[in-house]
């Protein structure tokens, strides 16, 4: 997971939400949402390299339609193609350790996913 400034232009890697069961991953989404007042959730859409998608965008879909039950924040689909690449690149090239601590690759991945949805919002 990523969260953004207040002001919607810098996007930063929170943490990972372990999968526990689908409320309880609903539980722990809604607590982040209330207590850093998040106005919209950006998904990563998991897509082909021809932009097709597979088993696990269907996954996210299903999940996607339920979290809309959940939760009254707008939730919004970006394609999150090479992001993980992307991340494990910036993760090496900082020297950060990847660790199964709070910060690794998924929630780099996240991060690049959110600043490219703010970043096409803000018109950059």
């Known amino acids: ?17 372990e999968r526990k069961g689908t409320n309880r991953d609903f539980k722990a989404i809604a607590d982040i949402i209330e207590s850093n007042q998040v106005q919209r959730i950006i998904v990563g859409l998991p897509r082909s390299m021809k932009g097709k998608v597979g088993r696990q965008g269907e996954k996210v879909y299903d999940f996607v339609t339920k979290l809309r039950d ?10 999150e193609r090479l992001t ?4 494990n690149r910036q993760i ?9 601590g709070k910060i690794r690759d998924d929630a780099v991945a996240a991060a690049l996913i959110l600043q490219s949805y703010l970043d096409e919002s803000q018109g950059c």
């Open 84 to 87: 993980t690449v992307l991340a």
């Open 70 to 79: 959940y939760t009254q924040v707008t939730v919004e689909f970006r394609d």
């Open 1 to 17: 997971m990523a969260l953004s400034d207040p002001g919607g232009k810098l996007a930063s890697p929170l943490t990972i939400i």
């Open 92 to 100: 090496k090239a900082v020297g950060m350790k990847k660790s199964r």
